[in-house]
């Protein structure tokens, strides 16, 4: 049995920068669509949710057994009319990129979401949910049954990557991310949260110049949702 810091190839008192540096090369390396296993995915992110979340540090072997952080918080998935308004973080209104095209619509467009608020989408392309305080933005988003686009889980690929078009988003830790993309507010949903009350994204740009190099390919239970 190896401890988390085994899993990720650390010393025990590495600093926070290099477990985040770990944990991008090893998902990568375990990836299942880059030769890896499930299982062993699910163990890299264990241990590394074990670590920084300051958990006693207890050996990890083999499948992971118990709630991971990220794990327990979508365990029970509320409707939004039944969640504590204390906890929301964040409105989200939400547009999937691929869209666009259809109706003649560009991401620069001032009016965007006006004009998609007046085209009768489908609530999968379209729509608002509620963001809790616990949740990321992708976490929210499967939270409430949307198959947004995801690879990795850990900001080393762009698959998740959204537009950033009304409000703030952070981007916590090491990512893949070039300071050009982050310049024209471009974030990884799965490891960003809100910051304002109301935010408006368009998802699914990962095709976007600049980002189509940065993608992993999707898992496979994804290419059931997503046409890649």
């Given at each position: 049995?190896?401890?988390?810091?085994?899993?990720?190839?650390?010393?025990?008192?590495?600093?926070?920068?290099?477990?985040?540096?770990?944990?991008?090369?090893?998902?990568?390396?375990?990836?299942?669509?880059?030769?890896?296993?499930?299982?062993?995915?699910?163990?890299?992110?264990?241990?590394?949710?074990?670590?920084?979340?300051?958990?006693?540090?207890?050996?990890?072997?083999?499948?992971?057994?118990?709630?991971?952080?990220?794990?327990?918080?979508?365990?029970?998935?509320?409707?939004?009319?039944?969640?504590?308004?204390?906890?929301?973080?964040?409105?989200?209104?939400?547009?999937?990129?691929?869209?666009?095209?259809?109706?003649?619509?560009?991401?620069?467009?001032?009016?965007?979401?006006?004009?998609?608020?007046?085209?009768?989408?489908?609530?999968?392309?379209?729509?608002?949910?509620?963001?809790?305080?616990?949740?990321?933005?992708?976490?929210?988003?499967?939270?409430?049954?949307?198959?947004?686009?995801?690879?990795?889980?850990?900001?080393?690929?762009?698959?998740?990557?959204?537009?950033?078009?009304?409000?703030?988003?952070?981007?916590?830790?090491?990512?893949?991310?070039?300071?050009?993309?982050?310049?024209?507010?471009?974030?990884?949903?799965?490891?960003?949260?809100?910051?304002?009350?109301?935010?408006?994204?368009?998802?699914?740009?990962?095709?976007?110049?600049?980002?189509d190099e940065l993608r992993l390919p999707p898992y496979p239970f994804e290419q059931a949702h997503m046409n890649d």
């Amino acid at each position: 049995m190896d401890s988390p810091f085994e899993i990720l190839g650390i010393e025990p008192d590495a600093d926070d920068a290099e477990v985040d540096r770990a944990f991008r090369r090893r998902v990568i390396e375990v990836h299942p669509d880059q030769g890896g296993s499930a299982a062993e995915f699910n163990r890299v992110r264990s241990a590394y949710e074990m670590i920084k979340e300051g958990h006693p540090i207890e050996a990890v072997n083999g499948e992971v057994s118990g709630d991971t952080p990220s794990s327990s918080s979508s365990a029970s998935v509320p409707d939004d009319g039944d969640e504590d308004e204390d906890e929301l973080r964040s409105k989200i209104e939400y547009l999937n990129y691929e869209v666009l095209d259809d109706h003649g619509w560009d991401l620069g467009d001032d009016d965007l979401f006006e004009k998609a608020a007046a085209a009768n989408l489908p609530h999968e392309d379209y729509g608002q949910f509620l963001v809790q305080e616990n949740e990321t933005l992708l976490e929210a988003a499967e939270n409430r049954g949307y198959a947004w686009p995801y690879a990795c889980r850990g900001g080393a690929c762009a698959n998740c990557a959204v537009a950033v078009f009304e409000g703030e988003m952070d981007t916590p830790g090491d990512h893949i991310l070039p300071s050009t993309m982050l310049d024209s507010d471009i974030r990884l949903s799965c490891m960003g949260a809100p910051l304002t009350d109301d935010m408006k994204v368009v998802f699914n740009v990962k095709h976007l110049p600049g980002l189509d190099e940065l993608r992993l390919p999707p898992y496979p239970f994804e290419q059931a949702h997503m046409n890649d």
